[in-house]
């Protein structure tokens, strides 16, 4: 199984300020890895897909990058709607596995 | 507007069967493999099952394989999942969504709003 290590667990930033999410796969994915984010009581949401392709109507502030096993996820400057818990997950390889996830909370 | 339902959650004791169903609208359906992902409460996102768009090929996470069994009806738009021996670990809201691509892909592009499936006795 491909495990997925996401970091930092909880990042504390202010409106404004630029995000920067980590995701390490135990093996390669390639760039088979997708980005979600979650708000309370809602479904996940797809931001990324294939490490850096934003989905429908995601707004250029999220980008991805990365290949292999290394993945970051970056949101250039935070609005107040970006806070929420992020999920990357790998389609490289059976079984599907996500990430811990990254909350990203208001400092 | 591509839109997915979930239904059938609920209060199950340990050991009973339940049954969930995943209404899709908005487009071609059978062109598309569809998942089930479960969150747990507090908890991460867990996929658990994934069907192709014919449906002759099916994926099963270990923590439900034998006990739990996806289908499709292309002719309905609907998935169903067929929960058997659940257990407290099984508590979770449970997710459809839909692959981003036609043909085959594991990236969920669209999900529902979840179902809660809790139980407890």
Known sequence: EIVLTQSPATLSLSPGERATLSCRASQ???????????????????LIYDASNRATGIPARFSGSGSG??????????????????????????????GGGTKVEIK | EVQLLESGGGLVQPGGSLS??????????????????????????????????????TYYADSVKGRFTISRDNSKNTLYVQM??????????YYCAKGYSSGWSGTFDIWGQGTMVTVSS
Do not use: M
């Not at chain 1, 390669?28 to 996940?44: F, I």
């Not at chain 2, 058997?84 to 809201?93: C, I, K």
């Open chain 1, 28 to 46: 390669s994915v390639n760039s088979y890895l997708a980005w979600y984010q979650q708000r309370p009581g809602q479904a996940p949401r797809l």
């Open chain 1, 69 to 98: 096993t290394d993945f970051t996820l970056t949101i250039s400057s935070l609005e107040p709607e970006d806070f929420a818990v992020y999920y990357c997950q790998q389609s490289s390889d059976w079984p599907l596995t996500f």
């Open chain 2, 20 to 57: 969930l169903s995943c209404a899709a609208s908005g487009f071609t359906f059978s062109n598309y493999g569809i998942h089930w992902v479960r969150q747990a409460p507090g908890k991460g996102l867990q996929w658990v099952s994934t069907i192709s768009g014919s449906g002759d090929n």
């Open chain 2, 84 to 93: 058997n021996s659940l257990s407290a670990e099984d508590t979770a809201v």
